[in-house]
């Protein structure tokens, strides 16, 4: 597993290709770890700023998230419960960042490159 600091050249690449699958995998989920939190933030500040147009809407040919110009057009489905759903959004997205971040440890340490 230490073939970056050995001489034996045919593991090189197989560690490389390893460590540059781990490093992609990462930050694909930290992407939508961050992209989750995102859509709870806005959410949570466009509920706050208009209570009335925001929710998650259901209307005669629709089923969306966000604001609507004519809430009389639709029937809002959760109301005063998408605060607890951000809340629950946020939670879910630290959670995924910080599981992440100890399996790309837990591989780094296996594979001796870990830096503490």
């Not at 781990?22 to 509920?47: Q, Y």
């Not at 057009?73 to 879910?92: D, F, K």
Request: proline fraction near 3%.
């Amino acid at each position: 597993m230490r073939a970056l600091g050995t001489d034996e050249t045919r593991a090189q690449p197989q560690v490389v290709g390893r460590a540059i699958a781990h490093g992609l995998g990462a930050a694909l989920g930290v992407f939508a770890a961050g992209g989750l939190a995102s859509v709870a933030i806005a959410l949570l500040i466009m509920k706050l700023s208009d209570p009335v147009h925001t929710g998650l809407w259901l209307g005669a040919h629709q089923l969306f998230i966000g604001k609507i110009d004519s809430p009389a057009r639709a029937t809002e489905l959760l109301g005063i419960s998408l605060y607890p759903l951000c809340a629950v959004l946020l939670a879910m997205s630290w959670q995924m960042a910080r599981s992440i971040w100890r399996w790309k440890n837990r591989s780094r340490k296996r594979a001796g490159l870990a830096v503490e």
